[in-house]
């Protein structure tokens, strides 16, 4: 019950690091539209880039907690 407590909790903070990190992904490419205001596809655009942006922050995060466990594990198996 502890791990998949331990899953739930990891997988809350994934997504909540997910959104600044779309963000921050759609601010990085600096994207302007051709006039002053954007248009339909223009803001359908920039919302997939969002998601993209989003779900990129996701699949991160998680290879993060993958690493940080082998690294947990092998300083283990090498303490014994």
Known sequence: MKT???ELMW???ALLLAIPIGYLFG???ELQPESDTATTIEAVFEMELFIIG???G???TYVM???MW???KQL???KS
Do not use: E, P, S
């Open 4 to 6: 998949v407590a331990r």
């Open 76 to 78: 283990a198996n090498t």
């Open 70 to 72: 082998a690294i947990t």
């Open 65 to 67: 907690r993958v690493f």
């Open 27 to 29: 601010t990085i490419l």
């Open 11 to 13: 997988l809350l903070i």
């Open 54 to 56: 989003a779900i990129i």
């Open 58 to 60: 996701f699949v991160l």
